[in-house]
């Protein structure tokens, strides 16, 4: 309970609380667009180039294994949790396919909260955990593509995909927050460990605070949200809790099979529970048209977001001390 506790007392998630709430009560608080973009540029920059000093000084030896795990974990949620909608949750197979990709692919927010509890906590993570980050951004959403056109075959035998592949695939690889991401990376690996002094004041120090008014507007979107949870129904309700956990504990205990230390695991299952609203939206839009982003955005942000900001990140790690003993 007490871990439960010092997470929702942290300022970042205080944030979301608030803006939660004052958008839920009608108020006009809103983070600046121009200010949230750059915001959400400086946070994923950030998260890339922390990784790839890390990167430079542990040597890309030392993350091969954990990072094919990271790429199949990415893949098989996708593939457990599309028959899964398409079975007991009746949604067509656009929808399916769509869904499973947002939840196969990450939150780079709810992975730097994580960052940010285990940094308060003093809880110390594998310094490449941030390339799996990247990595995990966007087989998902390809793999979602893939689930989506055969179900137009199915439907529809010998039609051929209609999928511009040019063009989805510069939406899956060149995509602001992949860019980002990798961008920062090769740049903290070049740059080094004089890099990383260079950028210490601007990256470093004040991550949080940013983190903050980050998720003090994201909690006002949500609450935006939170009056089409009667459209998504209770199956996607029940779901945008019951498989997070499933595969956070499931990142989890891969992240502890791979060798990750306990912070590393579980980063790994947090990246693992949590679902895209950034990178996947934007691609599904392209590349699967019939399928209904109210159901897959509501899902991610009014549901999963929420529970695993709050709840979801402590119990993760309770979970991988337990594992580790």
Request: with cysteine; glycine share 12%.
């Amino acid at each position: 309970m007490g871990l439960f506790l010092s997470n929702l007392l942290t300022p970042m998630v205080l944030c979301y609380l608030l803006g939660l709430i004052a958008g839920g009560l009608g108020s006009d608080l809103r983070v600046p667009k121009q200010f949230y973009e750059a915001i959400t540029i400086y946070l994923l920059f950030a998260i890339g180039f922390k990784g790839g000093v890390e990167i430079a000084q542990i040597g890309l030896a030392a993350m091969i294994l954990p990072a094919i795990a990271s790429i199949l974990l990415g893949l098989f949620i996708p593939l457990y949790c599309y028959p899964l909608l398409r079975r007991l949750g009746n949604f067509s197979r656009e929808n399916s396919a769509s869904i499973a990709a947002h939840y196969g692919s990450v939150s780079a927010v709810t992975f730097a909260a994580a960052i940010s509890m285990l940094d308060t906590l003093n809880v110390t993570y594998d310094g490449f955990m941030n390339a799996l980050l990247a990595l995990m951004e966007s087989p998902a959403i390809i793999l979602g593509v893939v689930l989506a056109g055969r179900a137009r075959h199915l439907e529809t035998p010998g039609e051929k995909a209609s999928v511009d592949w040019t063009f989805f695939l510069r939406e899956a690889f060149l995509s602001k927050s992949v860019v980002l991401l990798i961008g920062g990376l090769l740049i903290g690996a070049i740059s080094g460990q004089e890099g990383y002094k260079t950028m210490e004041p601007l990256l470093v120090l004040p991550f949080k605070g940013a983190l903050s008014f980050f998720l003090l507007e994201l909690g006002v979107v949500t609450s935006e949200r939170l009056g089409d949870l009667k459209k998504v129904g209770k199956f996607l309700a029940a779901f945008g809790i019951l498989v997070p956990i499933f595969n956070g504990f499931l990142g989890v205990m891969v992240g502890w099979l791979v060798g990750l230390n306990m912070g590393g695991a579980t980063l790994l299952g947090v990246l693992a529970a949590s679902g895209s609203y950034i990178a996947a939206p934007a691609a599904m839009r392209v590349a699967v048209p019939k399928a209904n982003p109210a159901l897959s955005l509501t899902a991610v942000l009014a549901i999963t977001l929420p529970f695993n900001i709050a709840f979801g990140i402590p119990f993760y790690l309770m979970f991988a001390r337990w594992l580790f003993g």
